[in-house]
């Protein structure tokens, strides 16, 4: 089944502890992002990446870090959590067309639900 | 700059009501747009596209129609159940393949 697979899907830390989470994707996607999701504010991009070892920031990038090492995997580290960081996130894939572009067509992740104490 | 603008929710409506969720566009060009779902405790998941003026997107009995006069892509179905009951998110596609969506509208279906 194509899927995008994050995990944890709920977490609940402290101010500073570093946490990782995970995304991966099992249809050879090229594309890959990730997305928090606040009440009154809708979904805000936060890092991007067209391929493997590219990776560019979204529109809130601060406090966070991601990696693409593999075509599948695409983590989300968060080197010291802060309080604002409690939301919902989400990790989502695309595919590129024959002419090259995105099709826009995403495919998201369940969600994790971080909450930062 | 490019932007989405979407009627505020929650809406809330009895089964087999009409449907129609606003969406405005502000763009460079004709961008893709896109209606996604999100089911209460899901990620979103696409619901239909259309990729130029006069397109009409369909699916699971919703409709949307690219009208570049009024840069509007307004959702509607002809009548509602209650398993649509979602958050739903209007979105457009920037020439630099990057995703603007709106900011969601709540919909209640009342049995």
């Known amino acids: 089944e194509a899927q995008v697979t994050q995990n944890p899907r709920y977490l609940i830390t402290v101010t500073g502890k570093k946490l990782t989470v995970t995304c991966s994707q099992n249809m050879n996607h090229e594309y890959m992002s990730w997305y928090r999701q606040d009440p009154g504010l809708g979904l805000r991009q936060i890092y991007y990446?067209?391929?493997?070892?590219?990776?560019d920031k979204g529109d809130v990038p601060e406090g966070y870090k991601v990696s693409r090492k593999e075509k599948r995997n695409f983590p989300l580290i968060l080197e010291s959590p802060s309080p604002n960081q409690t939301s919902l996130y989400f990790c989502a894939s695309s595919i590129r067309t024959s002419g090259g572009t995105y099709t826009g067509e995403l495919f998201f992740g369940e969600g994790s639900r971080l909450t930062v104490l | 700059g490019n932007s989405v603008t979407q009627m505020e929710g929650p809406v809330t409506l009895s089964e087999e009501a009409f449907l129609t969720i606003n969406c405005t566009y502000t763009?460079?060009?004709?961008?893709?747009l896109f209606w996604y779902v999100q089911y209460p405790g899901e990620g979103l998941q696409l619901l239909l596209k259309?990729?130029?003026?006069?397109d009409k997107g369909s699916n699971k009995g919703f409709e949307a129609t690219y009208r570049k006069e009024t840069t509007s892509f307004h959702l509607e179905k002809g009548s509602v159940q209650v398993s649509d009951s979602a958050v739903y998110f209007c979105a457009l596609r920037r020439r630099d393949d990057k995703i603007i969506f709106g900011k969601g509208t709540r919909l209640h279906i009342l049995p």
């Open positions: 990446s067209m391929n493997v070892e590219v990776t």
């Open positions: 763009a460079t060009g004709y961008p893709s």
């Open positions: 259309a990729t130029k003026a006069d």
